[in-house]
């Protein structure tokens, strides 16, 4: 996927996923840094209606299969550092 | 949810998520810092059959409602620092 691609087509998520990956919903998730190939399935999976979900279902019905492959390399290329818990 | 009790009940989960909530295969999602309500119903929704994978749906059948509690309370509470896209 082509990450600047991602980035401008991610302007349909942040309301929800922020652009830079944060949630601003409780019942939306952070993508900052979000395993890619996850990404992909879980945008799929929206689309094709295997996964549901009241925004998503309608959302991704937009998204061509390049659209899904650069939001998920946009967002998996967010670099995230993790403090290991104690 | 408790997170110590979550940390205990997550030695289930780390061969896929990792202890410190960062994936270790392809199709499993990070879950470093992921948002609670979030976590929670994903676990929800794997145990309940209204959404499906072929490890979690398994998994998550396992799970009381505290277990979920206590996950969703241990993964969300592990800091994580975004480096914002540039």
Known sequence: GDAK????KAVGCQACHGLDGLSKLPDAPN???Q?????VK???E???GT???EVMSVAAQDLT???IENLAAYYSGI?????PPG
């Open 79 to 83: 670099q995230i550092d993790v403090i």
């Open 5 to 8: 691609a991602g980035r401008a």
């Open 51 to 53: 996964r549901k979900n």
């Open 31 to 33: 993508l900052a840094g």
């Open 35 to 39: 395993v890619e190939p996850y990404l």
């Open 46 to 48: 929206f689309r094709n």
């Open 42 to 44: 879980a945008l799929t």
């Open 65 to 67: 299969d390049a659209d």
